[in-house]
């Protein structure tokens, strides 16, 4: 069965972005430019001048405002996010199932997930938006841009909390793949239980001492020379989970450019993917009672 495709209002969703927004206080300001511009000291005078008049700034009524429209307090704005010369990435998702409620899809290595810093179009999400022509679609998890495999997204906003709950519960089976180096000193299956944390770099997170807040389960399932293949179960959701568990039992996932070392921004290698992969995932679905399993098609390199 066909995805049914729902067109919703453009002012706020345009090219698969929804638009942020902000409401006006009390203040002294003439125009709503000079109000944007005193709020968000990061964006030029000049950027909000070109997305005015580029139709991109709106009130609540879906009525474009211009760089002479006078401020009022308590209005909604809405803006649109744009980045310049956004790098396209050339590798593309596969939507594996659907229904009324949820979609699955295959995610491919470098894509993020959502809207973020200089990824704006070349998302998951901007890209099954414009593809679906759905405004409502929402990430109910993310993996990191790094990793492939599977992501869910709600389709209905009725029904989201629903599946977001799975999560936050513990009810859904995660299994993920990976290639790291083999040490056959560690007494596997190892279950990693440990507290993770802010790094000192933004980027990174570092397992510490204190209660364990993330669970791993792992173990080897395919061993060559000096590499092997990992199924990793996580039972938390830590930012970095996997990655952090991995390179602190001095086994980082190979082509890792955060653990342990960070690699310099910029210096992305397509031919050289962080071999991580959401492999499946299993729940039982919340509005149907029907017991759920899907597998990733894509796979990792081989030994």
């Known amino acids: ?24 206080p009390e203040g002294s300001w003439t125009t709503v430019l000079e109000f944007l511009s005193q709020r968000f000291p990061f964006i030029s005078t000049v950027v909000w001048q070109k997305r005015m008049q580029a139709g991109e700034v709106l009130i609540d009524q879906g009525t474009a405002l211009t760089p002479d429209t006078p401020f009022a307090p308590h209005q909604r704005l809405y803006y649109f996010r744009s980045v310049d010369a956004e790098a396209v990435i050339p590798f593309y998702e596969n939507i594996l199932w659907h229904n009324d409620h949820l979609l699955v899809v295959d995610k491919p290595h470098f894509l993020p997930v959502i809207p973020s810093g200089k990824y704006v179009q070349q ?3 901007t890209r099954l938006k414009n593809t679906l022509e759905m405004n409502d679609i929402s990430p109910i998890h993310r993996i990191d841009r790094d990793t492939a495999g599977l992501v869910l997204f709600s389709l209905q906003p009725g029904s989201r909390n629903s599946y977001q709950a799975l999560f936050r519960n513990r009810e859904v089976k995660k299994v993920y793949e990976c290639i790291a180096p083999w040490n056959p000193d560690v007494c596997w299956p190892e279950v990693r239980h440990t507290r993770i944390a ?46 952090v568990h991995m390179a602190a039992l001095g086994l980082p ?3 890792d450019g955060i653990y342990p070392t960070l690699t310099p921004e910029g210096q992305v290698d397509y031919a050289q993917p962080l071999q ?21 098609q894509l796979r990792l390199k081989n030994l």
Do not use: C
């Open 1 to 24: 069965m066909p995805l049914q495709r729902h067109q919703h209002s453009a002012v706020y969703s345009r090219n698969g972005i929804s638009a942020s927004s902000v409401v006006t």
């Open 123 to 125: 998302t998951l999400l």
């Open 198 to 243: 802010p790094s000192n770099h933004f980027m990174q997170q570092t397992e510490v001492t204190g209660e364990p807040n993330a669970l791993t389960h792992i173990a080897p399932i395919e061993v060559k020379d000096n590499w092997a293949r990992y199924q990793l179960q996580p039972v938390t959701g830590q930012r970095h989970q996997l990655r």
């Open 253 to 255: 996932i190979l082509n």
């Open 276 to 296: 991580l992969l959401a492999k499946s995932i299993a729940f039982t679905d919340p509005i149907t009672g029907q017991a759920l399993h899907f597998e990733s």
